[in-house]
């Protein structure tokens, strides 16, 4: 029996290898088709204009765009979160009934003591075993892999739980001892993950950005808005991209922030990739 584990892990690493490999040719396909059907360019003056009105404009200070994000931040946690957790839910009540049954009262109930807390253990562990959640005896996994979830539950019986929402690709410290870390983002199917996630924020800024304003409502409450170089207003796709740019930062463990001083305009990659700046409003303190 105890060579069941490790094929089935060498079975689920190789499904994974293959399916990278089918989405990286996809990707090279789609990247080719598009490259194939561009039209020659030639290097025009364009996206390095600045309006004469904008020059001399006062730009906005470091401190206030990072309250102006933190606000925006805070604004849309709490809906992304709830976004996140419906995307789990849906998509857990279709794969897999009995863990979505179980995750009800798992979340729920609040002692998870009772017969009908244990019950709803037994259907979780599996799902938590399957999607590699932090905290897990490895004991545990193998008795579940080996379909033995009353000695699995044994094994965790003392065991508290946690949930999280773990949003980039930074390695998230472990969990407390005793302790399985719940977390929500493995229980969103890859191919829709990135849009549970993101997809609130990016519908939230992309909007704004674009508008005749030009700003957040974080922004409008520190004074400041977002100008293109060119004066011309920012189309939706335009501010998709700038939003997209944000990723850039916690990708290069916050580096770009240092652009804030370094660069004499405080042009971070976001805004080098719309060809923007962010300016005070005219008449605010």
């Not at 892990?9 to 088709?33: P, Y």
């Not at 009800?104 to 807390?117: A, I, M, Q, V």
């Not at 905290?135 to 965790?156: C, H, N, T, Y």
Request: aromatic content about 8%; some cysteine.
């Amino acid at each position: 029996m105890g060579a069941i584990a490790p094929k089935k892990n060498l079975e689920t690493f190789t499904a994974r290898i293959e399916a990278c490999i089918q989405a990286a040719m996809l990707q090279i396909l789609i990247i080719f088709a598009i490259v194939r059907s561009m039209k020659p360019r030639t290097l025009s003056n364009e996206p390095l204009q600045v309006k004469p009105e904008l020059i001399g404009a006062r730009l906005a200070s470091p401190m206030r765009r990072a309250l102006a994000f933190i606000f925006d931040t805070a604004l849309i946690f709490f809906p992304s979160l709830f976004l996140a957790a419906g995307a789990a839910a849906i998509s857990l009540s279709y794969s897999d009934p009995q863990a979505f049954a179980g995750m009800r009262t798992f979340l729920t109930d609040t002692s998870l003591n009772t017969k009908e807390g244990e019950e709803a253990i037994k259907k979780v562990l599996p799902l938590l075993a399957r999607h590699e959640m932090l905290g897990m005896p490895s004991a545990a996994r193998v008795a579940l892999e080996e379909g033995k979830i009353d000695e699995a539950f044994e094994l965790v019986r003392d065991y508290g739980y946690e949930l999280s929402l773990q949003v980039g690709e930074f390695e998230p410290p472990p969990p407390k001892p005793k302790t399985i870390r719940v977390e929500i983002s493995k229980l969103i199917p890859r191919s829709i993950r990135f849009l549970a996630l993101y997809g609130l924020a990016a519908v939230y800024f992309s909007l704004f950005s674009s508008t005749r304003r030009g700003a957040t409502l974080g922004k409008r409450m520190l004074g400041i808005r977002i100008a293109r170089l060119d004066g011309h207003r920012l189309s939706l796709w335009e501010s998709l991209e700038r939003f997209v740019g944000y990723l850039h930062i916690p990708a290069t463990l916050g580096l770009p922030i240092l652009d804030l001083w370094r660069d004499p305009n405080r042009r971070m990659p976001h805004d080098r990739s719309a060809h923007t700046a962010v300016i005070r409003v005219t008449g605010k303190p």
